[in-house]
């Protein structure tokens, strides 16, 4: 038999309505699914961005963290290094009091595993000291120098030169004049008849009375010979009053003579030893005079080399810090602006997701509004077929059958 005709409208209706609901659920679904793609791969490019920036930025973050540790160290502003300072020091303590007892070493192997000390063999040695050592008396050890970190001295300031006190040269010493030495001046008779000019004066008397006497006949007897010869002795002794005077004159010149010769030696000996003397105070106090220059120079130098090698130590040491402050400066705009990549992508993933989210869900209430509408159509299309068929005989429309050839 032939289908009907509203029959055929109401399988139309039905289908038509569930077509549609399934077209539009593929609508959805396929929106949903780009819309999701869209989003997966905003994420992944906002997420790659980032970790672009990070990676970019690892360097001089880290950098400017160990300068802002670096810096607070040199300004003893870092409890924490401080801390670890101290941490180090005692574990250098507690190794060498390892060193130094070896049944405390021996008993760590015995006691490796034990959960209470974590495998920390500087834990163990501290644990037995504060347990057992110190009752035992056992020293705990100073840290090896290595373990300590001291700060760079500064340079050390020389010590000046010391010069010597002036030593004056030994002197000369002249000897006291010495007066000439000479025989005394004898001037006597008795003297005077040993000096040759009484024998020469005797002698020429003589000579001339003999001949006078001779020529007279006079020398005929003894007594006229004494005679002659006391006459020549007496003539002799009237010179003596000028041989006394010549010599006494004689005497007093050679006298003279040698005072002076030796007033001239004790001069001429006084004035060398002057000079010479002169000469060692002039050596000696250009030696003490150079010494003393020679000193004072170098003490400048080394005064002048300390000035510089403390400035260029304090540069240095300024010139440190201010690039540690501009190395952590640095970091901290870095870490600031990976900071900001972070809130920002995150705040960008999250409107991705929001999008998406909203995005699929006005998908989803469109899809299930069309779904309502195709439903609502067959709903409709049967309770108009059957609405129909319950009042066939009483209402004036045309039959169901009028329009299905019945």
Do not use: C
């Amino acid at each position: 038999m032939a289908i009907g005709t509203a029959t055929a409208l109401l399988a139309s209706a039905v289908i038509g309505a569930g077509a549609s609901a399934i077209s539009s659920n593929k609508a959805v679904n396929s929106a949903a699914k780009t819309s999701q793609q869209a989003t997966d791969a905003s994420i992944e490019m906002q997420n790659k961005a980032l970790d672009t920036q990070q990676a970019n930025t690892k360097v001089i973050r880290e950098a400017g963290d160990t300068a802002t540790t670096a810096l607070l160290d040199r300004l003893g502003l870092n409890p924490a290094g401080k801390e670890a300072a101290a941490a180090t020091e005692n574990a250098s303590r507690y190794s060498q009091y390892l060193k130094q007892n070896p049944d405390v070493a021996a008993a760590w192997e015995a006691n490796k595993a034990d959960p209470k000390f974590g495998g920390d063999i500087n834990a163990f040695a501290a644990d037995h000291y504060k347990t057992f050592g110190q009752k035992e008396g056992r020293a705990l050890p100073n840290p090896e120098p290595s373990a300590v970190q001291t700060p760079a001295a500064e340079p050390t300031r020389p010590g000046l030169v010391q010069t010597p006190t002036y030593q004056a040269p030994t002197l000369s010493q002249t000897p006291a004049y010495q007066a000439p030495q000479m025989d005394p001046l004898d001037v006597s008779l008795g003297s005077y008849e040993k000096a040759p000019d009484y024998e020469f004066q005797q002698t020429e008397a003589r000579r001339g009375t003999l001949a006078g006497a001779a020529a007279t006949g006079a020398l005929r007897s003894g007594a006229a010979a004494k005679a002659l010869q006391d006459r020549a002795q007496q003539i002799a002794y009237g010179d003596y009053t000028n041989w006394r005077n010549y010599t006494t004159g004689q005497y007093n010149t050679d006298r003279s003579r040698a005072d002076q010769n030796a007033q001239f030696g004790y001069n001429a000996l006084t004035d060398q030893n002057r000079f010479k003397d002169s000469a060692a105070i002039d050596a000696s106090t250009f030696g003490y005079n150079a010494l003393t220059n020679q000193n004072s120079q170098a003490n400048q130098f080394n005064q002048q080399n300390f000035n510089t090698d403390r400035a260029y130590a304090s540069d240095q040491k300024q010139q440190g810090t201010n690039n540690l402050f501009t190395l952590s400066g640095l970091g901290a705009s870095a870490t600031g602006a990976n900071n900001n990549a972070i809130s920002n992508t995150a705040s960008n993933n999250s409107n991705a997701l929001f999008s998406n989210a909203s995005a699929q869900g006005n998908a989803a209430l469109a899809g299930a509004g069309q779904t309502n509408n195709a439903i609502n159509t067959g709903v409709n299309a049967l309770s108009y077929y059957y609405g129909n068929k319950s009042n066939a005989g009483k209402s004036t429309l045309p039959a169901w059958s009028e329009f299905d050839g019945a």
